[in-house]
């Protein structure tokens, strides 16, 4: 390359970049074809005459983002939320929670039957969430509810919330999440008021939910659901968390037998047919439960906080 041709490619990148011209201004300038414009910026870039950096903010991690992508492919996106090192739980918890609505916002479309599942992840976004476009949608539980627990990770709470905000329509549900008997679980399943959730759990469209912790951390435990010995049975089973009350083992795959004859809830498997399932899950803390939930199919987009998503693609298999 020749001093004069040197000197072109500076004058046409300064122009382009610098200056914000287009080809057709920079072409009519220097009456030059815009297909030479073209390949004169090609050729500067492959000169190292332009230097084009991508510089990742401190407010996305699109790079561990695409990490993870290509490490659990079955995901359709993930989101990763920087998180300061030092901030407290409750601060982490609000940064997932606020770019999971984000998310949420950006999936919804009119029609859409919205399934929500409780505790204090999604407790927190229910709190957090703030009037929203209007919306023609259901929100409904798709788990029971009642139990010792707070009224802000109430199911019925958050349907409420999330409806509200978006100027839509809330569903409830009259139910623990654990009944007592297989006899009064089919008998719940069976009660008009509930073959109204039914209905709507058969054309869900869009599901966020969160992903439960290791059994002895469990929403169920403290939430008093789980009878004598049956945290001990289900660690047995090598269960390593659960959605919606469900338990599921590293593979994915439900576990249980007795305690899913028991349960109030969606099917996992239904929850493959919706056109998104986003899960919020924030600890590393829950890292089994991630990927179990991943193994299993049953989420689309997974938001999580940064440190759980280094520790994801360290984790070996």
Excluded: C
Excluded at 143 to 152: A, F, H, I, L, S
Excluded at 235 to 241: C, L, S, Y
Excluded at 267 to 282: F, S
């Amino acid at each position: 390359m020749n001093w004069n041709e040197e000197r072109n490619l500076i004058m046409v990148s300064k122009m382009y970049y610098e200056e914000a011209l287009t080809q057709n201004e920079i072409s009519k300038q220097l009456g030059i074809y815009r297909t030479t414009i073209t390949r004169m910026l090609q050729k500067a870039r492959e000169e190292g005459i332009v230097r084009i950096e991508v510089v990742e903010s401190n407010r996305v991690k699109v790079d561990l983002e695409r990490r993870l992508k290509e490490k659990f492919g079955s995901i359709q996106e993930f989101i990763v939320v920087p998180v300061n090192a030092e901030s407290t739980r409750s601060s982490r918890l609000k940064a997932v929670g606020n770019v999971a609505i984000s998310l949420l916002d950006s999936i919804l479309k009119e029609g859409d039957n919205v399934g929500l599942a409780w505790g204090e992840t999604m407790g927190t976004m229910a709190n957090l969430i703030e009037r929203k476009r209007k919306i023609d949608a259901d929100f409904v539980p798709i788990v029971g509810g009642p139990g010792k627990m707070r009224v802000e990770h109430h199911v019925n709470t958050i349907a409420y919330n999330f409806a509200k905000a978006y100027h839509s329509r809330a569903h409830y549900i009259d139910s623990a999440a654990i009944v007592q008997s297989k006899e009064t679980r089919d008998e719940i399943m069976g009660s008009e008021y509930m073959r109204d959730v039914l209905k709507l759990w058969d054309k869900l469209t869009v599901a966020i939910i969160g992903i439960g912790a290791p059994i002895r951390s469990s929403n169920l435990v403290w939430a008093g659901f789980l009878e004598n010995g049956e945290d001990q049975m289900l660690e047995k089973d090598k269960a390593v968390g659960d959605i919606g009350s469900r338990f599921y083992n590293i593979d994915g795959l439900e576990t249980t037998a007795s305690l899913q004859e028991r349960t109030i809830a969606i099917e996992l498997d239904r929850l493959k047919e919706n056109r998104a399932t986003i899960a919020v899950a924030e600890s590393e803390e829950k890292l089994e439960s991630i990927v179990g939930a991943i193994n299993g199919g049953y989420i689309s987009h997974l938001v999580i906080d940064e440190p759980t998503a280094e520790a994801l693609i360290r984790r070996e298999g």
